[in-house]
DNA sequence: AAAAGAGGTTTCATTGTACGAAATATGAAA
DNA sequence: TTTCATATTTCGTACAATGAAACCTCTTTT
């Protein structure tokens, strides 16, 4: 079990990505034997034992009661509490006023490694909802949050991620061809703001806005999802919303130079 | 800057260790230079270089836009959504149906190396409202989330918890005896939830109760928090649902045996 | 009650990795 | 241009991290 240095890996530590690794094969909090992890990652069992070891000793993982299962430790939680904290911090009182004005669920995300990573979220009280999770991931060309933040990217982040392989078909309505991709691009940026009517989930739409950092770059979005019939009936509130608060958002990031849309 | 090996860290491996600390070093979204983080940390900047570059492989941390900086990276994010999953998911709704019946601040903390860390929370709407944040900490003594726990602790654990020195006063009102704090975790057994009326914060107050798993251990609470008068004078609405909803959740984590309170 | 089994913990010798030091590159300021 | 500050790379060496195997501890089987 070695992996050879290359140009990527040659300054790192080997215990310390090793040690990583074991964190990442805690799925849903799940509770592992140290003999299960060790079969997981293909370790040796001592060795996996004092990786363990050390990432218990500042909280990353934790023994469970009976004292045989690891699972992994709360100080994720405070650490993860600190990434982008300047962002999700600026966005959630503008989400928060979304959400009581429409109750629909509010997502915040970002763009990483070519999918959607939702960041914070509040979920609609209805019965009838739409909500991922925090954490979670979604692909970029089915939803309004990876299409807002996508169709102000350059041409050069663009194309890697218009690969035609990549545009996964996850319903009737998903947009698999590169070339209407970018025509869709087109028109969310020209608008302002990205649709999602069923491409994901037949039946879920999603309206979302993109946030753009000092430099103008879209570091993130915001947007509200939930049956088609509500949001799409509501469209004409929700989308200059919306676009307020992105607006907003992106101001007091730094961002001045040209608005960021015209409905 | 080498630490002797003890029992305590006697299986643990160094490189991890130390690289864990770097994560430690950024506060709040900070982004910070090589430089400084090895300042911070007192190691040498070689060595620092490389524990980053293995943590950035694993997306533990990330380099800034110019290169010249590292942050937090956004894996933390994933894999602490990972943490306590079933507690959380399975209050998530019993504390949104809080919330929306009250609109105060509901949160949801365990304890934590003798303090309360808070693990979910739905802020209020109000404009004058009281709100943590998630993955921050309180002190026990002084909040309805931590006596609602520490009530339910055996002898042996509570007993280190009660050392006069370690009960802070933070406000007029914090119990800071531990001979009156027993007889307050007396009371707080007694009726099944706890109080805070100003003992963190002069003019907030807190009503909390405890959820206990499967083995009857209270392993966390579910808190209302908000400005006194509008808090107290909710009371009696406010302790029946409270107490209902941690009911439920502790039944959902498999606890059955007595019943949790008696109002 | 003894034996077997399964998993966790400890010891130990050895190797090769992680380390510090120093050289080199990069980039900003003067 | 030089100077300074910081990041990256190289290199030899010490000792940290490792695999193997022994040794616990607890549960299950006979």
């Known amino acids: 079990m070695k992996t050879p240095r290359t140009i990527e ?36 069992k001592s060795r996996v ?13 934790e023994r469970s009661a009976d004292g045989i299962r690891y699972a992994l430790g709360v100080k994720l939680i405070e650490r993860a509490a600190c990434v982008r904290r300047d962002l999700r911090q600026l966005a959630l009182p503008f989400m928060q006023h979304l959400h009581t004005q429409f109750n629909e669920t509010v997502n915040l995300a970002i763009l990483d490694r070519q999918e959607v990573l ?25 939803t309004a949050l990876g299409k807002a933040i996508v169709a102000h990217l350059s041409e050069d982040e663009l194309h890697p ?10 319903t009737e309505r998903t947009i698999t061809d ?33 946030i753009f950092n000092h430099e103008g770059r879209p570091v993130a979005a915001v947007s509200l999802s939930g049956p088609a019939e509500r949001i799409l009936t509501n469209r004409r509130e929700i989308v200059p919303a919306l676009l307020a608060a992105c607006r907003e958002i992106s101001r007091r990031l730094g961002f001045h130079q040209r608005s960021v849309a015209n409905v």
């Open 118 to 142: 939702y960041i914070e979220m509040l979920e609609s009280s209805h019965p009838f909802r739409m909500a991922a999770a925090v954490g979670s991931r979604s692909p970029w060309h089915s």
């Open 178 to 210: 590169p070339g209407q991709m970018r025509r869709e691009l087109e028109k969310v940026r020209r608008r302002g703001y990205a649709l999602d009517e069923g491409e994901t989930e037949p039946g879920a739409a999603c309206i979302g806005a993109p």
């Open 9 to 44: 890996n040659r300054y790192v530590v080997e215990a310390v990505v090793r040690a990583l690794d074991l964190l990442e094969v805690f799925r849903e909090g799940e509770e592992l034997t140290l003999t299960e992890i060790s079969q997981r990652v293909g370790l040796h």
């Open 161 to 170: 991620l218009l690969q035609a392989e990549r545009l996964v078909k996850l």
């Open 49 to 61: 034992f004092r990786l363990l070891q050390s990432l218990a000793a500042r909280g990353y993982v």
